[in-house]
């Protein structure tokens, strides 16, 4: 089953969001600088994996995203998440601890590890899960 992946708001990552490949024979990749929050379901209805550094992901949101599988939060902060909302509809959050989007330093680690969290969460492995 190929996966689909859709970045909502890499521009919010200090620097290029330089995103390694995913380990997976068959995926899609999309993304985007900035999605507003009414555009998420419209924008990521077919996605299994929805990669957001900033972008809010409530309940609401969940519920229009019948295919999610996996937030993958880019950076450390996952505030901007409904984690029991997730969690209530299967949907497993992973996150980069001890990063900032906004800090330069961070970012690379911030993809590279971003990708290796999707990458375990295919292997059905869990790393950095927050639920």
């Known amino acids: 089953m190929a996966m689909n992946v859709m970045v909502v708001d890499a521009g919010y990552l200090a620097g290029e969001a330089d995103f390694p490949a995913l380990e997976a024979d068959r995926f899609g990749w999309s993304q985007y600088g900035e999605t507003p929050v009414a555009e998420v379901p419209e924008r990521c209805w077919r996605s299994h994996i929805v990669v957001t550094a ?61 990708v290796a969290n999707i990458n375990a969460f295919l292997r059905g492995e869990e790393r950095n899960r927050v639920c």
């Open 54 to 114: 900033a972008t809010p992901l409530d309940a609401a949101t969940l519920d229009a995203l019948p295919k999610l599988k996996m937030v993958a939060v880019a950076g450390g902060e996952c505030a901007h998440i409904d984690i029991e909302a997730a969690q209530s509809r299967g949907v497993a959050v992973c996150h980069v601890p001890e990063t900032h989007p906004h800090k330069p330093a961070d970012a690379e680690r911030i993809c590279h590890e971003t």
